[in-house]
């Protein structure tokens, strides 16, 4: 019993009759209650996600807060300071000079007596020696290397008798490489590389603002897709509704087999389970812009970030040698292989300049210093009335170079190995950008074919729609044109989402993603 209805209710004589009506009017009110439902289930369960703040964003709004917020963005930002740290670093280990000083007392004493051997006698002796000597040294980016030194010492004791007296030494000593450690040395060699590295980084990083700026563009249209999905699942569900009342209502009457109805049910379950994935997709690519855009998630969770700008194809002009000539200048990729092979000339330069003998030309000058009083010995060094002096060359050559001549040898095949490196991934751009816009020219066709077939679809499913009310059709039929309309529009949308992103693609491949959003990268 249902609704306060039962045959008993009526006259027996209209028992055949009434039971027909009283079947079909519980159907019916079952029928609208379900669908009253199903209609609210719908509301709730895909509707957008409800949160306190919504977003309305521009492509270009989202690219600018993810290169002030990414994280893989602000991580690969450190790499060139870290690198210019090394820099100055090493600069300090090879040229900064050194202080040092030494401060030291000793004392000596011998007891006198009598020499065996020729029966001399011999005094007791007695020595304090203090001693003073500060020094500074270093090199320079010629390779000389110098050393500054003072020595002031005071000497007091006895030896037969008393002596109290000051002695001084002040020296320059320098020495200047002419062969091997000339025009280059391992200092200079690591100098002159951590500065190649602070380079190579800066590229790194301008790759990585390429990167994450490419993947936001690519993000983008993809939450506009996942929006418009839900949209083409939505009027699919809608459709394959109307259609399961429809037979239902024509079952009811005789007028179509109740595997009609079966059949119309499967397509709107079918429907309504497309629509849940649809609304999980948006929630993903939401939280996939969110990632890229921020490097604290928790405060965008309650944002729905809703794009401004529409999936549509604007027609692109590409012209081959000109994405050919910015990808070869511009692409930080073969930046980096460049600078690599500079870095490599360094350290062959610097293996080559091992093969040569040691030549070092070495001088000293001082001025020595001798008095009983602190101020004389001071006046001595003034004047320079006791000059010390040295000149020499120092000349070393190795029995064997096996080891040099090994070295050079490899560092020059690590080169030749780098160019050929440097030749692939300069092939290996150009294929990429004539594939790249391949693909964008490929796409925008898709997106003309596939809006043509989305209209076919529709006119086909009205068409046969028309033809199933006057039984010139089946259900069968209306369910597999809608499911062909669902796919269709879903393809139409999903092509201009393809296109947006192969023209991100193209700029991507040309180095030139940055230049579109009027974006900069400088260093010190």
């Known amino acids: 019993m249902t609704h306060g209805l039962d045959k008993k209710d009526f006259p027996p004589y209209h028992s055949v009759g009434l039971e027909r009506f009283i079947r079909k009017f519980l159907f019916m ?16 369960a895909f509707a957008a996600p409800q949160t306190n703040v919504v977003r309305r964003l521009t492509v270009q709004e989202c690219v600018r807060l993810a290169l002030a917020n990414n994280f893989d963005v602000q991580i690969e930002s450190f790499n060139p300071r870290i690198a210019e740290f090394d820099y100055e670093r090493l600069r300090g280990v ?74 001084s030494t002040t020296s320059a000593t320098l020495t200047q490489p002419l062969l091997r450690n000339a025009w280059i040395d391992i200092n200079r060699q690591n100098i002159w590389v951590a500065k190649k590295e602070i380079k190579i980084s800066e590229e790194a990083y301008r790759q990585q603002l390429i990167d994450v700026a490419t993947k936001v563009e690519k993000a983008y249209y993809e939450l506009i897709f996942a929006q418009e999905q839900i949209k083409v699942q939505q009027a699919a569900m809608e459709l394959a509704d109307r259609l399961l009342h429809e037979n239902r209502r024509r079952v009811e009457v005789g007028a179509l087999a109740p595997l009609d109805e079966k059949q119309a049910q499967s397509q709107y379950a ?25 490097n604290n998630f928790r405060d965008w969770r ?25 990808g070869v200048t511009q692409r930080p990729e073969l930046q980096r292989l460049r600078l690599d092979l500079e870095r490599r000339d360094i350290i062959l330069k610097y293996q080559r300049n ?17 008095d009983s009083d602190f101020n004389g010995v001071l006046t001595d060094t003034e004047t ?3 000059p010390s002096y040295t000149v020499g060359v120092v000349i070393s050559i190795p029995l064997s170079l096996r080891g040099p001549k090994n070295a050079y040898n490899v560092t020059k095949a690590q080169k030749e190995q780098a160019i050929l490196t440097y030749k692939k991934q ?24 596939s809006g043509e077939a989305s209209e076919y679809a529709n006119a086909a499913l ?63």
């Open 270 to 294: 079918k429907s309504k389970s497309d629509l849940l994935t649809a609304r999980q997709q948006l929630l993903t690519k939401q939280n996939d812009l969110k990632n890229l855009m921020s």
């Open 384 to 386: 320079g009335v006791n």
């Open 462 to 524: 009205q068409a046969e729609q028309k033809k199933l009310e006057s039984g010139k059709s089946t259900s069968f039929n209306v369910l597999q044109l809608q499911r062909d309309l669902t796919e269709r529009r879903s393809e139409e949308i999903r092509a201009l989402a393809d296109y947006n992103q192969a023209l991100a693609d193209v700029a991507h491949q040309e180095a030139t993603t940055l230049d579109h959003y009027h974006f900069s990268v400088t260093f010190k």
């Open 354 to 370: 091992q093969l040569f003998p040691a030549l070092d030309l070495t001088g000293s000058y001082g001025r020595n210093g001798l």
């Open 302 to 326: 309650e944002v729905t970030v809703v794009p401004t700008e529409k999936l549509i194809a604007i027609p692109e002009k590409f012209d081959l040698q000109e994405s050919w000539r910015l």
């Open 94 to 167: 090879a040229y900064d000079p050194v202080f040092s000083t030494a401060i030291q007392r000793s004392y000596n004493s011998r007891a006198g007596g009598l020499n065996q051997q020729t029966g001399q006698p011999f005094a007791s002796t007695m020595t304090e020696n203090t001693t003073f000597a500060p020094g500074i040294s270093g090199g320079l980016p010629t390779g000389l290397t110098y050393n500054l030194a003072q020595n002031i010492g005071h000497r007091t004791g006895f030896s037969g008798k008393d002596f109290d007296f000051y002695d």
């Open 29 to 44: 009110r079952k029928i609208s209650l379900i669908g009253i439902l199903c209609l609210m289930v719908a509301r709730g």
């Open 426 to 449: 300069e092939q290996d751009i150009l294929i990429a950008i004539e594939n790249a816009i391949g693909n964008a020219q490929n796409s925008l066709e898709r997106v003309k074919a």
